[in-house]
């Protein structure tokens, strides 16, 4: 078991029948352990993709999450990290129609930056990313009792 980030962007949380589809992909596929809307700043979003800083895409990213609410969540399966990245498909929209056409990107996804989600590509990434956006979880806490049901 493991757990990872799962990010739902602002144009999807806006489009209530596109969060539901989502919500209810994710809820078959997972045991989700936190959740939330959280509104992601300038500041924050930064912080968040501070690893894409300097890439030509980097402002126009940033600006974007903060253009309205999105849907965050710590979900929790065996190899969730692979599972929701597969689920999500290609990072880039077109690429994910022609490959992958039933994915979340396929499906949503308006263009590279409004790609409909992210997700944690690694355990560490993960644990940044979570603390992020959930600065009250105790992800240490989360681990050892995952390591504890092994």
Known sequence: ??????LIKPHVVRNTVALRH??????????VLESKEVHITKHLSEKFYAEHKGK??????TT???SGPSYAL???SADSISKWRSLMGPTKVYKAIYSNPDCIRALYGLSDTRNACHGSDSIESATREISILFPEFNISKALDALD???
């Open 1 to 6: 078991m493991e757990i990872t980030l799962a």
């Open 148 to 150: 504890k049901s092994r």
């Open 56 to 61: 030509f895409f980097y402002n126009r990213l």
């Open 22 to 31: 989502l919500l209810e992909l994710i809820k078959d596929n997972f045991q």
């Open 74 to 76: 710590i979900l929790q």
């Open 64 to 66: 974007f999450m903060g």
